[in-house]
């Protein structure tokens, strides 16, 4: 690879390191405060976005498109050292409800 693919790489992963969902199912609206970070979408959801409507134009589609052929093509541990350093992959699942209440003691 040559110097200016690799600067080129570079900063692609940068990006998708700093970057989170800003709309839909994944963002801010729901996972607060940012959203869920590009790299922790799940690979169906990209999908269905390049199928439904396409990535959005400009850096974020690029981003998000990126990320989508990475995880198509089984090199999502390409993002493994960015999780690391943020604490794991993003919790997607619900939060489980841990008490219970059947009504009053008697």
Not at 33 to 36: C, H
């Given at each position: 690879m040559n110097p200016a693919d690799q600067e080129g790489?570079?900063?692609t992963?940068?990006?998708i390191a700093r970057?989170?969902?800003p709309f839909g199912k994944y963002g801010p609206a729901n996972y607060p405060?940012?959203?869920?970070p590009v790299y922790d979408l799940p690979y169906e959801y990209l999908a269905w976005l390049s199928?439904?409507?396409g990535f959005p134009k400009g850096r974020l589609g690029e981003l998000?498109?990126?990320v989508f052929l990475a995880k198509r093509d089984g090199a999502d541990a390409?993002?493994?050292p960015v999780r690391k350093l943020r604490g794991?992959?993003?919790?997607?699942?619900a939060e489980r409800r841990t008490e219970w209440s059947f009504g009053e003691d008697n």
């Open positions: 790489l570079a900063r992963l940068g990006d970057t989170y969902m405060p940012n959203g869920v199928r439904k409507t998000l498109e990126f390409i993002f493994d794991g992959r993003t919790n997607l699942r």
